[in-house]
């Protein structure tokens, strides 16, 4: 079987338009990012604290909202009710998040499960500790900590790899390879923003794996480009990237479908604790294969052109 | 067979041998019923296998991931002598620059010190005469006192009885403990987060409890602050939805109750004119020869008390105030809101804990007050026995408050004189909590206190879900995989496919000898390896078919295939290795379980791609002339 026959496909002539997509889509992103104050950061990063109960019957969230506008604890008063609460996984699994507080009673996150635990008395499964599902605490030092780190990591892998590209193939492949990542993160990360996923810990490794499996997609490309340039030294530069395009595109396909099947597989049944890693993958998958084609390869064409100048 | 070939297939084959090999306890353990599992752990085999197996993350077992974090601040406040207030601001002002991200105690403490211009050997004379020294030794000091923290909880935790937990120093004053499948969370953090400081104080007579409440009131009346209080009375509802606001400890003040004084059981404040004349004592009522504060009260009184004008009348006059244990609720009013004691001490205590040799818990005997009541049972060393013989014999008659991290457990009347430095701590909720107490003070109290700056549980029901589904998901993306395969690339599809599944067996083997992680991210990792992987295999078999659609035959067309994909897959893979060796380096648990899993598949799928689908390709081609290839 052959999906992709000889093909012959310009590319590179539809660099224009493949641009303003790619500028449309990062555009909508930061538009989305600017409007909401940045990327919609999870408590990983922000801090505070998330629970996720179990009920045994499905719940109404609007009537966990209003029971949680009114929480005593320890003779303090809270009103959770604008704090982040939604389904976690099913309707009977309900998730609160609640930013950190300045008055903090001890043991606040098992105190704020016990009163989740009576807004429903009848609702609530036998063996007491099937009820939680997760209790995640972060102090705000450890969440700005954080951030710094995956910073740095996402920053120190970006700079790894475009030493390692300079070092395998000519320099303005790296620009072009890193122009394609940055591409890719951005889009993700704007597609984060418009949907309203979260940017968790997961989520940072989702952009790492992104960044590789990007590169991955560029790299064998740039690969057959080196080829074809040794093969035939005198050939028009663009028509060599279209050709290596071409000739790589039948691999580009093939894998991108089956990761991209695996991915969409992990979206759908590997549960809300991997969804947000997941949904990143996803759109990692196919803006990675996209901008491998339309952004990493005629960037090497312009410098290309420019050097010759 | 190609003789040339074989020394592969040995290599393979041995490989392949180590992998089932290593999978086999895995296997084994994974079939085990839960009896037995329990036969295996009576002959002591069990742990034997466990350590054999490939480990789970909290995140798939469920179970709790809490980083600790020793209070520098306050024990460097404690081992300081002569203190005022000029060093009180000074560890004030870093305790807040402290809140910075990766801010550390020391530099900023020597950097206040140099700002302030404070004497600093005025305060720890015995620690050295220059600054130099002081801090040399002051540094000394805080690394001792983690160790011993590090020391004690192990203690500790190894008592509690949890299953291979994990206790580890994280930077300089951090500790990082996991504990797989804990039932039960609150009791693990107690645990952990109790000082166990153990202390004894006389409690002052009724009188001058009187007095001083008497003199508190005499000093929040008609303050603003309280003024305010009755001000924002009206105007309560308004205040009670702004969290952060401080009026918010006053709406509670005027709780419901308040509105409706028959439900409050006369305990709670019914009438504003006492509030405005007795504040604090408008809050009290009389249990016995103490007093009592609703829960619902405690936050208000405990704000009065914080009172810096208060609190500097109390420790004028050598007394403080604490809190009971326990809230005590009146009979037949389980569903009231319960009262919690508030006791008036003197300020130094006759005794504390470091002189506990034994602490057991068990249930009061018969005829005593604590008659079938958990109890602490306590065996003092001779010192401690002969100050607490002298403490007890000095003041028959009188009430000694047994106080365990600041919370008093008990205040008995001292009956006689106990020379043998037996003493039993009751007010305890139930026996677990009296038996962890046993626990904390066998293990002795912590050098400095600790906080939890990240916390991670993960239920057990969570933990079994996150198992199925991605199990499932494995499973399933792995079948739609392999069925594609074999349908695009046909016979050599099946050969990929026998490589892929060899991978993921290979990236599991290489898991359990490595002792390495699988968390719910690792799993994710493991799916992406599926979809990945097979990508070195694509690189090869599109080569392939080039090279047959330019009139080369098989063998050749392999072998070009073959050689040209190699470079193109290691450049393509060495830029997914250093992001995954990046994250390993950057993630905490889940995170690093991703990595690990995404490391190994990489360069696990390299090999097979390159070494084990190279080595059948090429027993194809050798046997005999081949006319075509199924690809």
């Known amino acids: 079987?052959?999906?992709?026959?000889?093909?012959?496909?310009?590319?590179?002539?539809?660099?224009?338009?493949?641009?303003?997509?790619?500028?449309?889509?990062?555009?909508?992103?930061?538009?989305?990012?600017?409007?909401?104050?940045?990327?919609?950061?999870?408590?990983?990063?922000?801090g505070g604290t998330m629970i996720a109960v179990n009920y045994t019957e499905t719940v109404n969230i609007e009537e966990v909202r209003s029971a949680l506008a009114n929480v005593s604890l320890d003779g303090q008063h809270f009103d959770f009710s604008k704090a982040e609460i939604k389904h976690f996984g099913d309707d009977s699994n309900v998730a609160v998040r609640i930013a950190t507080l300045d008055n903090e009673p001890e043991n606040f996150s098992q105190k704020v499960v016990g009163f989740m635990r009576s807004i429903f008395p009848d609702k609530i499964p036998e063996n007491k500790m099937d009820f939680i599902l997760s209790i995640e605490k972060v102090g705000p030092k450890v969440g700005a900590e954080l951030s710094g780190d995956a910073m740095m990591a996402v920053f120190s892998a970006l700079v790894l790899i475009l030493i390692y590209i300079s070092i395998r193939f000519e320099f303005t492949f790296a620009v072009g390879a890193i122009a394609a990542l940055a591409h890719d993160i951005m889009i993700t990360l704007g597609f984060f923003s418009i949907l309203g996923y979260e940017i968790t810990l997961a989520v940072i490794a989702a952009f790492l794996t992104i960044v590789g499996y990007s590169l991955n997609d560029t790299i064998v490309i740039f690969d057959r480009i080196r080829e074809n340039l040794k093969l035939n030294k005198r050939a028009n530069y663009t028509d060599v990237i279209n050709q290596s395009i071409n000739e790589s595109l039948s691999r580009t396909i093939i894998t991108s479908v089956t990761t991209f099947f695996v991915v969409v597989i992990l979206f759908l049944f590997g549960g809300e604790v991997i969804h947000n890693l997941a949904f990143a993958l996803i759109i990692g998958v196919i803006v990675g294969t996209y901008s491998s084609i339309f952004v990493a390869s005629p960037i090497v064409i312009r410098m290309h052109e420019n050097k010759q100048d | 067979m190609n003789k040339e070939l074989t020394p592969r297939y040995i290599v393979i084959g041995i490989i392949l041998a180590w992998a089932l090999y290593a999978l086999l306890p895995s296997w084994k353990y994974q079939n085990l019923s839960e009896d037995e599992k329990e036969s295996l752990r009576e002959s002591g085999q069990l742990a034997q296998l466990e350590s054999k197996i490939i480990r789970q993350g909290l995140d798939l077992k469920g179970g709790m991931y809490i980083v600790l974090e020793a209070d520098i601040p306050l024990l460097m406040s404690n081992l300081a002598k002569n203190k005022d207030e000029r060093f009180e601001n000074v560890i004030k002002n870093v305790q807040e620059k402290l809140t910075a991200p990766d801010a550390e105690f020391f530099p900023l403490f020597k950097q206040e010190i140099a700002s302030t211009g404070l004497k600093l050997p005025r305060y720890y004379h015995e620690f050295g005469g220059t600054i130099e020294d002081i801090f040399v030794q002051l540094e000394q000091e805080a690394d001792d006192a983690i160790n011993r923290v590090l020391e004690i909880l192990q203690n500790r935790v190894d008592q509690f009885g949890v299953s291979e937990p994990t206790i580890q120093k994280q930077g300089k004053h951090r500790i990082v403990v996991e504990l797989a499948g804990i039932q039960d969370p609150e009791r693990a953090r107690a645990l952990l987060q109790s000082t166990a400081l153990l202390e004894f104080y006389l409690v002052k007579g009724p009188e001058i409890s009187n007095d001083i409440i008497q003199r508190i009131d005499d000093k929040l009346k008609g303050t603003t602050e309280?003024?305010?209080?009755?001000?924002?009375?009206?105007?309560?509802?308004?205040?009670?939805?702004?969290?952060?606001?401080?009026?918010?400890?006053?709406?509670?003040l005027f709780g419901e109750e308040d509105v409706n004084p028959a439900e409050s059981n006369d305990s709670l404040l019914v009438d504003d004119a006492l509030f405005a004349e007795r504040p604090l004592l408008s809050l009290l009522i009389p249990m016995g020869t103490d007093y009592g504060v609703n829960e619902k009260n405690v936050y208000a009184v405990k704000k009065m008390l914080q009172n810096p004008e208060v609190m500097s009348i109390v420790k004028t006059a050598g007394g403080q105030f604490m809190f009971g244990n326990d809230i005590e609720k009146p009979a037949g009013a389980e569903d009231q809101p319960g009262f919690y004691r508030l006791y008036y001490l003197k300020s130094t205590s006759e005794l504390t804990g470091g002189v506990v040799e034994e602490a057991k818990a068990n249930l009061g005997s018969l005829g005593g007050g604590s008659a079938g009541q958990p109890v602490v049972s306590l065996t003092m060393n001779s010192e401690g026995a002969r100050t607490w013989a002298r403490v007890t014999g000095a003041n028959v008659g009188q009430r000694i408050a047994i106080v365990l991290d600041k919370k008093v457990h008990m205040a008995p009347n001292i009956r006689e004189k106990i020379p043998s430095g037996r003493t039993q701590i009751e007010g305890f909720a139930n026996i677990n909590e009296a038996k962890d107490i046993g626990i904390i003070l066998r293990a002795g109290a912590l050098p400095a206190p600790v906080n939890i700056i990240e916390e991670r549980i993960v239920g057990p029901s969570l933990g079994a879900d996150s198992i199925a589904q991605g199990t499932r998901s494995v499973v399933i993306g792995l079948a739609l995989v392999l069925v594609f395969m074999v349908i695009y690339y046909k016979g050599s599809g099946g050969i990929a496919d026998f490589a892929l599944i060899w991978n993921i067996l290979l990236v599991l083997a290489v898991l359990a000898s490595l002792k390495a992680t699988l968390t719910l991210p690792g799993i994710a990792g493991l799916i992406l390896t599926v979809g990945m992987s097979i990508d070195a295999n694509v690189i090869i078999f599109e080569r392939i078919r080039e090279e047959l659609r330019k009139g080369k035959t098989p063998k050749t067309a392999i072998d070009a295939g073959f050689s040209r994909a190699l470079t193109t897959i290691v450049d393509a893979n060495v830029t997914t290795v250093i992001a995954a060796l990046v994250l390993y380096q950057f993630g905490t648990g889940p995170i690093k379980g991703f990595a690990t899993v995404l490391f190994w598949g990489i360069l696990i799928s390299m090999f097979t791609a390159v070494f084990v689908t190279r080595t059948i390709f090429n027993s194809l081609s050798a046997r005999g002339r081949m006319n075509s290839l199924s690809i």
């Open chain 1, 1 to 46: 079987m052959r999906f992709i026959k000889d093909t012959h496909i310009d590319f590179m002539s539809q660099s224009r338009l493949s641009g303003l997509i790619s500028l449309f889509l990062i555009a909508a992103g930061i538009i989305s990012l600017g409007l909401n104050g940045g990327p919609k950061l999870g408590i990983d990063f922000n």
């Open chain 2, 226 to 252: 309280i003024d305010d209080l009755v001000a924002s009375k009206e105007t309560l509802v308004e205040n009670e939805l702004k969290e952060s606001d401080d009026t918010k400890t006053v709406s509670e």
